[in-house]
């Protein structure tokens, strides 16, 4: 298949946009090097640099109110977002790990959001499946193991708004997903992508930023 506009992002070309992006914020600058240091082996959890800006810009285009995030790690997306919410809104996020989401905490206090995000320590499938069922999420954001995908859609797709927001990062699963024997989180990615493109619930599109970004609407 020809590709017509696709340009290879180079250091130089990443380091470009970057430069021609909203730039990180004190406390969202803090928390990156925090995570690099601190948690040296663990630091690709973190979302990319441009991917904090581009969710807040998504909060402010939807005018979302009330978010959910599966995966927390240690808070930059969800700081981000909570950052572009309006005086009402507020953000649950979801993760397993007190120690990550320790320095999420303070970043969240230094920022001054803390009062906007609910963190939630236990199993992600538990918490999405004590929420209200009638549709009232705005947007929301899933970023966590990737096994468990298509059990994190289907629990929050019914909750989602007619025209809220799902965003969902790593569909590329660093190029694993062209693999025809994939096997593993691999597998798992290449599944749910499958189940996002035959869902009619939603209208989505496929991006190429960071490691594969979907960007899906509830119809």
């Known amino acids: 298949m020809a590709r017509s506009k696709t340009t290879p992002l180079t250091e130089e070309l990443y380091a470009y946009m970057l430069g021609h992006n909203p730039p990180l914020d004190p406390v969202q600058r803090m928390l990156v090097d925090v995570t690099h240091t601190q948690l040296p082996l663990v630091a690709g959890k973190q979302v990319a640099q441009e991917q904090g800006p581009l969710l807040a810009f998504l909060v402010r285009l939807t005018g979302a109110r009330r978010i959910v ?25 979801c993760d397993v790990s007190e120690e990550w989401t320790e320095h999420a905490r303070e970043a969240w206090a230094k920022a001054g959001v803390e009062d906007k995000i609910e963190l939630r320590i236990a199993p992600a499938l538990e918490t999405l499946a004590a929420l209200p069922e009638e549709p009232g999420i705005d947007m ?5 193991d990737k096994e468990n995908y298509i ?34 989180p691999a597998a798992a990615i290449k599944e749910f992508n499958e189940r996002v493109k035959a869902d009619e619930r939603v209208e989505s599109v496929m991006l190429a930023v960071a490691d594969g970004l979907t960007l899906a609407r509830k119809r």
């Open 151 to 184: 059990g994190y859609w289907e629990a929050l797709v019914p909750r989602m708004r007619q025209g809220g927001l799902l965003v969902v990062d790593n569909v590329f699963l660093h190029g694993g997903v062209t693999d025809p024997g994939a096997t593993g």
């Open 69 to 93: 995030e599966v995966g927390t790690f240690t808070g930059l997306s969800a700081l981000s977002m909570a950052q572009a919410l309006p005086p009402d809104g507020t953000l649950l996020t």
């Open 140 to 144: 929301a954001f899933i970023d966590a």
